[in-house]
């Protein structure tokens, strides 16, 4: 079905490499860019992504210039930073007020500036740029890009509207309010680079997954979002398949069953698209000759691994931090981290050992409310733990319309349109749905709240800012309800308040989860527990192909361990889902 992905059949110019984090987008686009260089081609490996570990997949330190790769004649690799783009770029918006409207003003602005969309704009000014310089494109065969723009980057460029001044005119309660104001001088250079992304001759876009549920629908809905603004060259790389099982291990027979219990579940839209594998790895697929190796089907030797996982620490489990939070008497707690990291899982894990403990609790998520049912099926729930769901897309369709509704006074079709699409990015859901959150925080003050899937630091201050500017400016219809206004300082008590963020032992989950925290304390939110969640490490695995990967996670671990996190636990990968209140008890067993 899945035939073994080879880069030299590709002919476009332009690779475009994009799928949910943690699937393997920068170790896939490195090891093809290897692959072409070594082919004789002349290629150009671009990172546009604001956690990029390029430098960490090629073991060289790079800058924004293109750096010639040791040891691989034909390949040059850069780093463009979009974080210190969008940084120039806020600057350049918000400073002509500096000095001309209130401090809490200008701050609500940059606060308006610093979320991911405006991250998104400045990624494409920079390759932009790079693609308008055709010295620089003549003079490569292929040129590789890590992290492709989204469907919503690409269709906020082709409005008209946003191009006007937006932010200057309206605040009308959007999300990412003005990513593109003042860069109407940039208009057309960025309509032909939205062009060529949408010629099938120049553009090949490779959406790259695991054989993961979670995985495949961010693929599928990556394919849909950009064949809906004419990129329709696109492939689907699957990423990670193992190929085989060593039958008496049980960790290894429940990967295999696993995965392809998980490709049954293919939307059907991806079905349509060209599809490609590449095997699940011994190996971390770090350093050029690691990269030479993922076409050749190379292993790990047994004699390569020895002694390569031991680790002196000894791991908290998720017990450890249950135990925590039933003694610190925390009354609203958060599970967090990038989709794919079983927060839902853990979630759902904390809730039943704390209603173990004697407490009464209520799990809330964004998931729908068929996942939860069905962690939970077949079995009855302790009468101290009740469950709901808040769907998303219901929650986002009830704050368009009211921001729409109250914005269409003082607004017209051009303005109407941009807000509109202003409203589909990322960060409107994050506020429709933390608003829901706040009601069921409201509504539940005799239990401990346990919420899986929480707001970013960006997302609360931003609901923050939106109600000093709601008091500076009368024209503003960012209202917050009072659920949410409520809910914001008993956040930030620490007393009240845990943060458990949820990762794996993989480069992306841990850098993303790094960059969550860092956002957080923005916000001035202090996480309690990392939890390391699936690992191969904390089993006894004699697969020789999980066995390997075991011994590439524990850099990993010792990060998490010894730099980043305040207490960590872990919890190994298992061999069977735990489904039912009685099988979910088991995580929390002495």
């Avoid at 925080?441 to 939106?466: M, R, Y």
Wanted: proline share 5%; glycine share 4%.
């Amino acid at each position: 079905m899945y035939q073994p992905f080879n880069p030299k059949s590709i002919n476009t110019p332009y690779l475009f490499y994009t799928g949910k984090g943690g699937v393997g987008k920068t170790s896939t686009a490195c090891a093809s860019a290897v692959a072409l260089a070594d082919a004789g081609k002349k290629i150009l490996l671009v990172s546009t992504d604001p956690a990029s570990n390029l430098q960490d997949v090629l073991e060289i330190e790079l800058t924004n210039t293109p750096t010639l790769i040791p040891n691989v004649p034909n390949l040059y690799a850069c780093n463009l930073d979009p974080e210190e783009a969008a940084k120039n770029y806020r600057e350049k918006v918000v400073g002509p007020y500096r000095g001309k409207l209130p401090e809490s003003v200008v701050a609500t602005m940059e606060e308006q500036l610093s979320g991911a969309c405006t991250v998104e704009i400045a990624a494409f000014d920079e390759f932009t740029s790079l693609l308008a310089d055709e010295s620089t494109v003549n003079e490569y065969d292929h040129i590789l890009f890590d992290t492709a723009p989204t469907g919503h980057t690409l269709r906020l460029l082709q409005l008209p509207t946003a191009w006007s001044g937006f932010l200057e005119e309206s605040t009308h309660g959007a999300s990412c309010l003005g990513p593109l104001s003042g860069l109407g001088d940039k208009k057309d250079l960025y309509s032909k680079t939205v062009e060529a992304l949408s010629d099938s001759t120049k553009t090949t876009l490779c959406l790259v997954s695991r054989p993961e549920v979670s995985s495949l629908n961010e693929a599928n809905r990556a394919s849909i979002e950009l064949k809906g603004i004419g990129i329709n060259n696109q492939i689907l790389i699957m990423n990670g398949l193992l190929k085989s099982y060593v039958p008496d291990d049980a960790v290894s027979a429940a990967f295999y069953h696993r995965q392809q219990l998980a490709l049954k579940s293919v939307p059907e839209e991806l079905k349509q698209v060209p599809n490609y594998s590449l095997p699940f790895v011994s190996y971390s697929l770090t350093g050029i000759q690691n990269l030479r190796y993922l076409f050749k089907q190379y292993s790990l030797s047994e004699s390569e691994m020895k002694n390569d996982l031991d680790y002196d620490i000894s791991f908290n489990e998720l017990k450890d931090v249950i135990n925590d939070l039933s003694e610190s008497n925390k009354r609203i707690i958060f599970t967090m981290g990038k989709g794919g990291v079983g927060k839902t899982t853990v979630a759902s894990a904390i809730a039943v050992g704390l209603v173990e403990k004697g407490h009464k609790v209520h799990l809330t998520t964004t998931d729908p409310a068929s996942h939860l049912n069905y962690m939970f099926k077949n079995n009855k729930l302790n009468k101290d733990l009740t469950i709901s769901s808040v769907n998303p897309h219901e929650e986002v369709e009830k704050y368009k319309k009211e921001v729409l509704t109250k914005a269409s006074k003082d607004l017209d079709q051009e303005g109407l349109a941009y807000l509109e699409e202003d409203l589909n990015s990322p960060c409107t859901e994050e506020i429709a749905v933390f608003r829901a959150f706040a009601d069921v925080v409201a509504k539940s003050e005799q239990e401990i709240v346990v919420i899986d899937t929480a707001p970013t630091g960006h997302t609360l201050l931003l609901l923050d800012s939106a109600q000093n500017y709601h008091k500076e400016l009368a024209r503003s219809t960012g209202e917050v309800p009072e659920s949410v206004s409520k809910l914001l300082p008993r956040l930030k008590n620490p007393q009240e308040t845990s943060v458990v963020i949820v990762t794996l032992a993989e480069t992306t989950p841990v850098l993303e989860a790094a960059r969550l925290q860092e956002d957080l304390k923005r916000a001035e939110i202090q996480p309690d527990w990392w939890v390391i969640n699936q690992s191969l490490f904390a089993t006894k695995t004699k697969d020789p192909i999980l066995k390997g990967r075991a011994v590439s996670e524990k850099k990993w671990i010792q990060k998490v361990n010894e730099e980043l996190a305040t207490r960590s636990a872990i919890i190994p990968w298992i061999s069977k889902e735990k489904i039912g209140y009685d099988e979910i008890k088991e995580y929390v067993r002495s």
